[in-house]
């Protein structure tokens, strides 16, 4: 073992060179999604194309209504599954002595950007320092923009002189360290295989915080490729060109895994957050309940709740709806990156791509199994908000339809009593005629068609209870 680790420190001291040292870098940003208005499309677009348009290169408020934009608007096609926005006609200058060009994809919902870098070939090996120089020139080429959904970095080169498999290894660890300088963790080479007969490392840092959108974007995902040297390098940059279609499209199928999963988290988050309301508002009816109880309820506290609860209601359905979309969208790509890399393997069946298929197993096993899971843990609280808001119109209703009555057998009593009062008033002052003199409300007549009226409305009031009672 002794032995070993020393090969493995002097192998990560040595600095190592590569022949035709190349940086990829693939970019993705939302083209739409769910429920997305048109002016948030719009401004997808402009965060899009900032990224290779100088002159978009500012805040979307100056660009709502660029020519530029709408120009590039025109390019798109939403019903398309792939369109080409930016063809790599020609190669671009990346002073002093770099080449390289993009390309610009829509595909489905999707933008896609493919910033390629390398030095030119001459055929003389370079040091693995050069691949830090490159990485500068495409950040400051994006103007240091991020893609939305994701980005992944993908280097590659050709060794110079064989080397063990240790020294492979360092080379790669070299190579990631250009790429990700602030890294201060231990570099995970696990996920490693064959990809086009050169030695490839899979290399991803997992977000710390998944509902946190910095820590998000600075997740980081590595693709290194390092040829042997009895490969011509002609052989080496056409099989690299003829897989690059499918680079762009794996790794986006890819991207949109974790971007769904990381926007499950949040969802997740909200919906907890709506259940914990429920709770309260479930402890708050039982309160009044208990007032319901004691025949004093209290309809404008329950008015009030039951609108909160509607509104809590719209929330959670919602969200509840996004948490399963995100899981349909785990499924799907999923789906598609499986095929992707069976038509890789399938056109390039010398490859060895079990660390390349680790992604989709861990993704199946742990994304989707887990919103699967909360799917089926928080949609019962959809069934109680419904259930609490049935309970509580209710008792609104019994309360409303019970107060109607009252006020029905209020009216109908002292109509009675007064239809009463009027007839004893008229007989008894046919036979008790009042003295002229004296003011009617004094009067004997007066008083007992008060009495008459009063005792028929009370006798009138219980009977038409007792009837709706019955």
Not at 166 to 186: R, V
Not at 221 to 241: G, M, V, Y
Not at 259 to 269: D, F, G, M, T, V
Not at 378 to 399: E, R
Request: hydrophobic share 35%; aromatic share 12%.
């Amino acid at each position: 073992m002794g032995n070993n680790y020393s090969l493995s420190t002097n192998a990560m001291n040595q600095q190592y060179h590569l022949i035709y040292p190349t940086v990829d870098l693939f970019v993705y940003d939302l083209q739409q999604s769910l429920g997305q208005t048109d002016e948030q499309i719009h401004q997808n677009r402009h965060n899009f194309w900032r990224k290779i348009q100088p002159d978009l290169n500012q805040d979307y408020d100056k660009f709502k209504d660029d020519d530029l934009l709408k120009q590039l608007a025109t390019l798109e096609n939403a019903e398309a599954d792939y369109v080409e926005l930016l063809v790599p006609d020609k190669l671009e200058c990346f002073p002093p002595d770099l080449e390289g060009y993009y390309r610009a994809l829509q595909l489905g919902d999707t933008y896609a950007l493919q910033v390629d870098c390398s030095v030119k070939n001459d055929d003389i090996s370079k040091p693995i320092s050069r691949f830090q120089d490159i990485k500068k020139k495409i950040d400051s080429r994006i103007h240091y923009q991020q893609g939305k959904i994701g980005q992944t970095w993908f280097v590659w080169g050709q060794l110079p002189e064989i080397y063990n498999l240790a020294e492979i290894k360092a080379i790669a660890k070299q190579c990631y360290l250009q790429i990700n300088p602030d890294y201060q963790g231990e570099i995970n080479l696990q996920s490693q295989g064959n990809f086009l007969g050169a030695t490839a490392f899979d290399v991803w840092e997992q977000p710390k915080n998944w509902t946190d959108e910095r820590s998000f974007q600075n997740s980081f995902h590595l693709l290194i490729c390092l040829f042997p040297t009895q490969r011509s390098q002609k052989d080496i940059t056409e099989s690299i060109a003829n897989v690059y279609f499918d680079l762009i499209r794996l790794f986006c199928y890819r991207h949109k895994i974790i971007w769904a999963y990381h926007q499950s988290r949040k969802l997740k988050n909200q919906l907890k957050t709506d259940f914990h309301q429920v709770q309260k508002t479930v402890i708050k009816i039982s309160d009044l309940g208990q007032q319901i109880n004691q025949g004093k309820p209290n309809l404008e506290e329950l008015q009030k709740t039951l609108t909160n609860t509607l509104t809590i209601l719209s929330c959670y359905a919602i969200d509840l709806s996004y948490l399963d979309a995100q899981g349909r969208t785990i499924k799907v790509n999923l789906n598609n990156y499986k095929k992707r890399l069976e038509k890789i393997y399938t056109e390039n069946n010398t490859s060895q791509l079990k660390f390349l298929q680790q992604f989709s197993e861990f993704s199946a096993e742990k994304y989707l199994q887990q919103i699967e899971t909360d799917y089926a843990n928080l949609s019962p609280g959809l069934t109680l908000l419904q259930n609490l808001i049935s309970t509580i119109q209710g008792t609104i209703d019994i309360y409303q339809t019970k107060s109607d009555r009252n006020l029905e057998n209020f009216i109908g009593s002292a109509g009675i009593g007064l239809a009463t009062s009027q007839i004893a008033s008229s007989v008894l002052v046919d036979q008790f005629p009042p003295s002229n003199k004296t003011p009617f409300f004094l009067t004997t007549a007066f008083g007992w068609s008060i009495i008459s009226g009063v005792l028929t409305s009370i006798i009138a009031w219980i009977l038409f209870t007792k009837i709706r009672r019955s």
